[in-house]
């Protein structure tokens, strides 16, 4: 089963102005909350990973798949977490492809056919970037145990 989010357009959604993070709670107040992250991006291994490369999932399916041995991690941090996943993985988006990005980042400009692991209180979701937003990879299909 995939779930698919797109990014925050229109004008009913809220601007992240950094005013919708969680509100503290007296568990939580002593600490700021912090989402885990993970930047995948194909290897240049090999020709077949070269043609996956900026290519949607529908695409990429038609060709075999998406596969994490393909896949090299090029970054990992932590953020702000915010509590919808779509922001988030929008945040992110906007955060690799400005011109504030990390100074130890390697990697090109996040775009499609990236994956993004997010991992907050011990659970994971990895995330491929669409064209049009992003899809939830299950474990099946990422190889997830």
Not at 72 to 87: A, D, K, Q
Not at 121 to 131: E, H, I, V
Request: include cysteine; proline fraction near 6%; glycine fraction near 8%.
């Amino acid at each position: 089963m995939h779930r698919l989010v797109q990014a925050a357009t229109g004008k009913n959604n809220p601007p992240d102005d950094g005013r919708w993070f969680r509100e503290p709670t007296p568990q939580t107040k002593e600490r700021k909350i912090h989402m885990k992250y993970e930047i995948y991006q194909l290897k240049e291994d090999t020709m077949e990973q070269v043609k996956l490369r900026f290519m949607a999932s529908d695409q990429a399916a038609q060709l075999g798949g998406i596969h994490r041995e393909n896949y090299r991690r090029v970054y990992g941090g932590e953020i702000p977490s915010v509590p919808e996943v779509g922001r988030m993985l929008l945040r992110l988006f906007a955060l690799f492809n400005g011109s504030n990005r990390p100074v130890d980042f390697s990697g090109h400009s996040m775009s499609v056919s990236d994956i993004v692991r997010l991992t907050e209180d011990g659970a994971s979701s990895w995330w491929y970037c669409d064209p049009y937003g992003w899809m939830e990879l299950n474990g099946e299909e990422w190889g997830q145990t």
